[in-house]
């Protein structure tokens, strides 16, 4: 009979749910666009985050949000919303941030919380503003326009030599996918048996490995509904 496949069992839930009960909450901008003030009250570990988070609690109100800790934020620092001057970890609107700032946490369309460079150590720089748009640098060099009223952080991301350090062990990368709900380690179809996976056996994988959108779980591997297979012809 064999055993379900890996996806088969995920797909179904129970333990392989991600453990969001540890997780400190969501991480975005207050939705007030007004000038408000903030102080970073803690500086924590959150599970779900490559980046320390930062605890600030809002002026003359009750709440407290959680945003992407700056590189060089310190605990007690002032935080200015949607206005102030351009220093590490004011959040502000891009038409206010000069050309050659590096910014992070930003927002895709005006209001939604942020989106961009979150991760540890990443940041975009702005690079012009030009009738209500600006051009900023992703960390991946490309280039993306933006409304000038999107929000971003002033700075980069904290923990950025965490990329640098090795795991070492298979344990550590075990226990580091496991916080997240990742799969690992990974193992591939053809070197499983044959009552395992559909590539499994000694054929390797022995049948066609493109298959059609409508088959089961179990069946659903390889390349699903392939347009066309083989090498590309060179142009």
């Known amino acids: 009979m064999g055993k379900r496949l890996i996806q088969q069992r995920r797909g179904r839930g129970g333990r392989y749910k991600a453990p969001s009960h540890r997780y400190l909450g969501k ?10 003030k903030g102080r970073v009250i803690d500086i924590k570990h959150d599970p779900a985050r490559s980046a320390p988070v930062a605890v600030i609690a809002l002026e003359n109100t009750q709440r407290n949000i959680l945003l992407p800790a700056a590189e060089g934020m310190m605990l007690g620092q002032e935080i200015m919303f949607n206005h102030g001057n351009v220093s590490i970890g004011n959040v502000l609107p891009l038409k206010d941030i000069p050309e050659g700032t590096q910014i992070y946490n930003i927002e895709i369309n005006p209001g939604d919380g942020g989106k961009l460079c979150r991760s540890s150590g990443g940041f975009a720089i702005v690079v012009g503003h030009e009738k209500g748009k600006t051009t900023i640098r992703l960390p991946s060099r490309k280039f ?5 009223t999107c929000r971003a952080t002033i700075g980069k991301v904290a923990g950025s030599g965490r990329v640098e350090q090795p795991f070492v062990k298979a344990g550590k990368k075990f226990y580091a996918a496991k916080a997240r709900n990742k799969l690992y380690p990974v193992v591939s179809g053809v070197a499983m048996n044959a009552v395992d996976h559909p590539f499994g056996g000694s054929a390797k994988p022995g049948k066609h490995k493109t298959v059609k959108r409508d088959v089961p779980p179990g069946k659903k591997v390889g390349s699903i509904a392939a347009r066309r297979t083989g090498k590309g012809k060179k142009k």
């Open 144 to 148: 993306k326009i933006l409304k000038s």
């Open 27 to 36: 991480v975005s901008y207050i939705r007030n666009r007004e000038p408000t």
